[in-house]
């Protein structure tokens, strides 16, 4: 449905990177286009209202998940956790470049991928090939915290969201339905 699909980053601390890009998915798919969402480091044991939603609905959106268990403050201090993961990604990754330059679906949201780059769990030229591979048409968002001058370099769109202030600094714990 896109004549000209681009490659766009939601970065930066702040809260709001992965609702951006849900965001886009529903306009995306309002629109008659065929979006596919991944979630990485979110397994599908873990309670995500976004999932819920589309599960409830007959919206032209699909999310999958690397179905390994992950914990975002323990995993990475786990080289066994984090060699797995490592794999897991990269054989995922390969996977999403079949499915871009085929053009299965108009819009790919590689949630977290951005924050997998930045500790080392996936690999830039793994991003690469599929920005690279990818059908002319097919859009392309990445997501999560730490984005390289390289990887921006690549994008044709980045959105910096910047935390001026959170609850998680005064010890609120994230709450169903607004942070997941």
């Known amino acids: 449905m896109l004549e000209k699909g681009l490659i766009q980053i939601y970065t930066g601390d702040g809260k709001g990177k992965t609702t951006a890009a849900f965001g886009l998915a529903l306009r995306a798919a309002g629109h008659g286009n065929k979006v596919l969402i991944y979630q990485f480091l979110k397994p599908p044991s873990l309670d995500i209202g976004e999932r819920f939603a589309l599960e409830l609905g007959a919206v032209g959106i699909r999310a999958e998940a690397i179905d390994m268990p992950w914990d975002m403050s323990e995993s990475l201090k786990n080289e066994q956790a984090v060699a797995l993961m490592r794999t897991a990604i990269s054989e995922a990754l390969e996977r999403i470049a079949q499915t871009a330059e085929k053009r299965f679906y108009d819009v790919l949201i ?9 500790k080392g769990l996936a690999r830039l030229e793994d991003i690469k090939s599929i920005i690279d591979r990818k059908d002319p048409a097919v859009e392309i968002v990445l997501t999560g915290r730490g984005a390289t001058g390289e990887l921006i370099e690549m994008a044709d769109l980045v959105t910096e969201m910047k935390k001026i202030k959170h609850p998680f600094d005064k010890g609120l714990l994230a709450r169903r339905g607004i942070e997941f």
């Open 110 to 118: 590689l949630d977290e991928i951005v924050f997998c780059l930045s």
